[in-house]
């Protein structure tokens, strides 16, 4: 008993998009114990994927297949299963009321090639589609053989497999043996200083430490197997605690836990408040800050100040020491963080301004130069100075800034709790 | 003839990373008009990757290989392809050489394991790796069959295929017909209505025209074969602008273009200015604004006003309309635009205030609810109504949101240039 994924459309064979779809149902099928050893990608072509089909439900038992629900000609997941297992489709009128509602909710004229998304083969269940438009099919075409289709939409696959695959599987048996994993994240330590410190951990067994670095955020992911997730997290919670000891403050979070929401709920903890002044990110630490639901609760605000007389003018910045100094320089760094800090009332603020390039660099501020200033509720002001390097792109430059930002702030808040 | 990628490794099936290598194999076996139409990853076992092999071999006549050529038992690749076409490996003595310089220069001591490596099958070629170990191979089992194994460190696989196996392909008559694609990029339509406007264009076959949508965006690619890229762009060229006559406004930009630059590009070309006032998306729109270098010229700044206090302090917003009427409303939405445009002295401002969600919707004013202020250099201001639906996620809300006010910038510029 195996399953096997197989990814349906000619954008991947061209390259054009990642397909992060395949590792998400991957790291599903493990957390549930079901074993899977292929997966496909084929393009939006009847026979090769009618090809594929055969070849699959031959060594697996449960297929899982994603892409091609669509509304154009080129969508044709759906009639290609019903053909390879000779079943005719059916017109589900309950689907097609769905779909026109959803195009009502957002004003929008259904277009005929819609109804195609309505059809599935005879005696196929519905996986329904909350949030877009295509719905899914569970079904046995023969014994012991299930197939599962997804949009290739991230977001919809997601919760239509949460929604309707899991709890299926679940009742088929599956889950009894789960794979469960924890993510410890740090920020600060390099991937191999912390490799080296924690090394005597990847020898083991159950559960088992493995190193990852993505984006900066560098992670140690941390599996046991087990007959159930209260018993793999009972494994995991001693290795997981040694590691946190090990790494100290370099520890932040685990799982979905990001920067930004481990630095809000320690300034909800405290009853304090937050804003931003930002210049090369342009935004993007207060985007950061309030992807975390409930974020109002401390984060103001903040003022974007992308060009000098928002600095000079929203911020009380000196024009004379942006004139002698320039804008990425520690002394404007201060009197932004001060400037939106007085003007917004609130305990804590950051700011941050750099150059992201690609241009806007010389040999005495290189690309990558930035500084945050990080003013404390006594109004004194801390400065860190960092150089990412020119050679890295403007979107990481931007990104690493934001974060360093919050990582500084949660160091400021735990240092003060000491 | 055709190619095919195959990707070995475990990590893959368990979901641990997500498969670059096959995306950047993808693009370029377009690039150098090599078809390939499958994709198949296996993980570390003997008996399925040998299968995979023999389905693989009788369908393609390149076999492209990532991963599984480390030195560890867990490594199959090079054997299992040799026992598959029954060939003796053989040790090459220079390889075998190469890597104990390499382990000399990093003073490392070279493990057993390592010598592995240096095995490859009779009369294959190397395919030398010059920033790892593992080199690869370059084999012709039989007649038409050529097989190319590689590394599955992304930086070590694409240095080998730039340098080895692009000659070679080239030398072989690959890369003289070129496949060359322009993505064309809308938005404000749905994909199945923009599929239904230009539904004859995807029987040609020279160039070919395929939608899809991501994130929002639609899209159509426009993909030509000719003998070079230039001859591919002028087959492109008049299907193209037959295409963006057909969609109109909704035709917005191609290729890396985005919304913002667009939008930016119209505001250079006129030396007007930008300024922004965001509640929900709370920097989001200020961060897509300035992802585009150069952004400094148009886009001054913002205010992120994600609490009242900074609507009513920094951006004047009626303290009496936000108690009466709440801050997801036209009014409000209306006094952010004016607020920010007079604060920041631009010629045009966008506000955006709605409910992001998951919580604070209610029947009234439910989750996905957005109003877009636009204030144009006359101080009048445009509201729009977004009800993107509460079943969308917190991200894609305010990733819409944003979109949304740029294209409202957009529409609005180019219409008052007609």
Redesign the interface.
Known sequence: MSAEIICV????????????N?????????SLGIP??????????RD?LTE?IK?ASDRASILIFTGGL?????DLTTETIAATFETPLVEHPEILEDIAAKFA??????????RKQALLPEKAGIIPN??GTAPGMLWQPRPNLTILTFPG?P?EMRLMWQETAVPYLRSQGWGKQVIHSRLLKFWGIGESTLASKVSKFFDMTNPTV?P?ALDGIVKL?VSARAASEVEAVELIDPVAQDLQDIAGIDYFGSDEETLAAVVGGLLRDRGETLS?A?S????????M???T????VY?????????N??KT??LAVSQELLTQLGAVSEPVAKQMALGVQE???TSWSLSITGI????GGNDCKPVGLVYIGLAAPDRRVDIFEYRFGAERD??TI?RLSASHALDRLRRKILSGDR
Chains 1, 2 share one sequence.
């Open positions: 459309g000619t954008e991947l064979l061209l390259g054009d998009i990642v397909n992060t395949v590792q998400y149902l991957a790291q599903q099928l493990a899977h050893y292929y997966q496909t990608v084929v393009g939006d072509n090769r594929i070849i669509g509304p154009t000609p080129d909710q957002r004003r929008r004229q259904m277009a005929p090639n819609n909350r949030s939409v977001s493995a990852y992911r931003v930002e090369c990110t342009g935004g993007g630490l207060g985007q800050l309030t992807e639901p409930g974020s109002s984060f103001h605000g903040g003022i974007i100040a992308y060009s007389e928002v003018h929203v003007r917004l009332k992201a390039g690609p241009g403007r979107e931007r």
